[in-house]
C-alpha cells in the first residue's frame, strides 16, 4: 500500500508543488491522476519513487518510509517501482530486445553489464514480457523503426522485466495519436488486472482517465479536489479540477 500523509513538497525556489496531501492507495489499483498542466500530477507521482524529495509529512510504500531509505536499500525500493515517461527513453540504435534487457543491468556483475552478455534465462524474461505487450515479433527490430505505440511498448515491457510491485507513468500516451493510446491504455490495463501491478497514471486525457482507471484523483494547485470512482465523476466535479486555466507555474 502506498500511504500519504500530510505530505507537502516545497521546491528549493520556495514554491509548494504538493500541499497536505492525504492518500491511500491499496496493492493492483488502476488510478488516473489527472488535473490541469502544473497542477502537481508529476510531482505527486514522482514523490513515490523519491525521483523527488518530500518536505512534509510522512510517505511509505507497504509500511516503510520512503524518506529514510538510502543507498542499497533505496535502489532496491526502486527496483520494485516501474516508471513509464511521455517520451519512452529508449536506446533507439538498438534492438528492441537489448532494449528490455537493459531491465537487469542494476543487478548485474560489472563486465556483463559492459560487455551485453544475458543468460538465456534472462532473454527468455525479456521475450516473455515483450509477448504480453503483443510485441514479441519485434525483438530483433531496431527500436527506432518502431511507431510511438510500439516503442511505448518496449518501455512497458522494459519495466515488466523488472518485475515490478507498482508502474509510476508519467503521461505515457501524450505523445500518441488517439488510437494508438488507447491501444498503449489497453495494456496498462492487462498488466494492472492480469499481474495485480498497482498502476498511477497522470493523464491529461480525461476521457481515458474515466474510460481505464477504476479511481481518479483530481488536483488543483497542488490540493487534492477529488479522489474517488471514476464512474463517479461528473461535470461539477471536472469543473472543481479544470475550471480558470493553466496554473501559476513555480518555474
Ligand atoms: P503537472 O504534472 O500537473 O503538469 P508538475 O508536477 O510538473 O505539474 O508541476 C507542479 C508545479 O510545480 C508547477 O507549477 C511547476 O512549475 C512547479 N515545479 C515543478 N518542478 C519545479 C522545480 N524544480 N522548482 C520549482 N517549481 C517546480
Avoid at 100 to 128: C, H, N, S
Wanted: hydrophobic fraction near 40%; proline fraction near 3%; glycine fraction near 8%.
Amino acid at each position: 500500500m502506498i500511504k500519504f500523509e500530510n505530505v507537502t513538497k516545497q521546491y528549493p525556489n520556495g514554491f509548494v508543488g504538493l500541499k497536505n496531501i492525504n492518500l491511500e492507495i491499496e496493492q493492483g489499483e488502476f488510478v488516473a491522476i489527472i488535473g490541469l498542466s502544473g497542477a502537481g500530477k508529476s510531482t505527486l507521482i514522482r514523490t513515490i519513487n523519491r525521483m523527488h524529495d518530500i518536505t512534509g509529512g510522512k510517505l511509505t510504500v507497504d509500511g516503510e518510509d520512503v524518506m529514510s531509505m538510502q543507498g542499497k536499500q533505496l535502489r532496491r525500493f526502486r527496483r520494485k517501482i516501474g516508471m513509464i515517461f511521455q517520451s519512452f527513453n529508449l536506446i533507439t540504435r538498438t534492438t528492441v530486445l537489448k532494449n528490455v534487457l537493459t531491465a537487469f543491468v542494476p543487478d548485474l556483475p560489472f563486465w556483463r553489464a559492459f560487455f551485453g552478455i544475458y543468460t538465456k534465462q534472462e532473454k527468455l524474461k525479456a521475450m516473455e514480457c515483450l509477448d504480453k505487450v503483443g510485441i514479441l515479433d519485434k525483438s530483433f527490430v531496431r527500436a527506432d523503426q518502431l511507431s510511438g505505440g510500439q516503442q511505448q511498448r518496449v518501455a512497458l515491457a522494459r519495466t515488466l522485466a523488472q518485475n515490478p510491485q507498482i508502474i509510476l507513468a508519467d503521461e505515457p500516451v501524450a505523445a500518441l495519436d488517439p488510437i494508438t493510446a488507447k491501444q498503449v491504455m489497453d495494456d496498462f490495463r492487462h498488466i494492472n488486472k492480469d499481474m495485480n501491478i498497482s498502476v498511477l497514471i497522470n493523464i491529461h486525457h480525461v476521457d481515458l482517465a474515466l474510460q481505464y482507471a477504476d479511481r481518479v484523483i483530481g488536483i488543483r494547485a497542488g490540493e487534492i479536489v477529488y479522489d474517488g470512482p471514476s464512474a463517479d465523476v461528473n461535470d461539477e466535479i471536472l469543473a472543481k479540477i479544470y475550471k480558470g486555466g493553466a496554473q501559476e507555474g513555480g518555474i
